[in-house]
């Protein structure tokens, strides 16, 4: 069954039973960090530990049930051909680890530096992986608050470039500032979680809703090789027991 509330029947202020986020952005922005602030708990291993697969994990908070799916970071690079195609069909999948799909991407950017432009290209290449839809259910969520001192975000976005302004005027801009240094704040949440409930209200659909037959070609071209890495794996030690063999039998004839 379904777990979320039609459009059609939700009043604006009926909250949803249950919020589905995916955290995505650049590696070591602060993406597992970002998580275990909003479930206001230690859910995700962060700092030295490097995410190396997605995963959702569920919280209350406040009374809200939230389920946040935590991502693997993607390098930021100028050669975008290079992108395997394993790491892309990946990317691709982090939808369908919080079903029926996310209410919203939060898209992780650090403001402890400069956006690039070359940050910003591949940003936009991943998020391409995920079809022109996915803007209108996704908020930037800047990290490293506690870096803006006494300035406002708004001084921030207006003393970067134009890559920075781009990505959120594709957010329809929408942006909130996080700061994981202060993890009792509790209000920097709860006010993350009222963006997100106005997106979702201000969208046709509440859901971003993965295409099924992608992640099934997706899911069947994975096991195929999964299966040939097994049987590449069992043919070599099969050729290093035939050569053990071999220098044996020679050794025995010395
Ligand atoms: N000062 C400050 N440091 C932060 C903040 N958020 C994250 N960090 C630090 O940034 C480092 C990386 O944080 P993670 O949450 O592991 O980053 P990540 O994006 O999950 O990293 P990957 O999984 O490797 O892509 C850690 O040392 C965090 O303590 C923040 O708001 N302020
Ligand atoms: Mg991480």
Same mark, same amino acid.
């Given at each position: 069954?379904? %777990? ?5 029947? &939700? ?13 995505i952005?650049?590696?070591?922005? $602060? ?8 479930? *206001? ?5 962060? $700092?030295?530990? &490097? *995410?190396?697969? =997605?995963?959702?994990? +569920? ?36 939808? =369908?680890?919080?079903?029926? $799909?996310?209410?919203a991407f939060l898209l ?19 998020m ?6 996915v803007w209108q259910h996704t908020i930037v ?8 001192? &006494? ?7 207006? =003393?970067?470039?134009? @890559? ?6 594709k957010c329809h801009?929408r ?8 993890? %009792? ?5 709860? *006010? ?7 997106m979702?209200? @201000? ?9 099924? +037959?992608?992640? =099934? ?15 590449? +794996? ?14 044996? $039998? ?5």
């Amino acid at each position: 069954m379904s %777990s979320y509330i039609p459009t059609n029947l &939700r009043t604006d202020s009926s909250p949803l039973p249950e919020i589905r986020v995916v955290i995505i952005g650049a590696e070591r922005d $602060g993406k597992s960090s970002v998580a275990n602030t909003i479930l *206001t708990k230690e859910r995700f291993e962060c $700092g030295r530990t &490097r *995410t190396a697969q =997605s995963e959702a994990r +569920h919280e209350i908070v406040e009374e809200r049930k939230l389920v946040v799916v935590d991502v693997p970071g993607w390098k930021n690079s100028p050669f975008l051909k290079e992108i395997p195609e394993w790491d892309k069909d990946d990317f691709k999948m982090n939808p =369908s680890k919080c079903p029926p $799909g996310p209410h919203a991407f939060l898209l992780v950017i650090a403001i402890d530096s400069w956006f690039s432009p070359m940050e910003k290209d591949t940003l936009q290449e991943y998020m391409k992986l995920l079809g022109d839809r996915v803007w209108q259910h996704t908020i930037v969520l800047f990290t490293f608050g506690d870096y803006l001192g &006494r300035n406002t975000i708004e001084q921030y976005i207006e =003393s970067q470039g134009e @890559a920075l302004k781009w990505v959120i005027e594709k957010c329809h801009n929408r942006y909130h500032v996080i700061n994981n240094k202060a993890r %009792s704040n509790i209000t920097q949440v709860m *006010t993350l979680i009222d963006k997100i409930d106005e997106m979702v209200r @201000a969208n046709d659909d509440p859901v971003y809703r993965p295409d099924n +037959h992608i992640f =099934s070609a997706i899911k069947k071209k994975q096991e195929e090789i999964a299966k040939r890495a097994v049987e590449r +794996h069992r043919q070599a030690l099969e050729i290093r027991e035939q050569i053990k063999a071999k220098i044996s $039998g020679r050794r025995h004839i010395a």
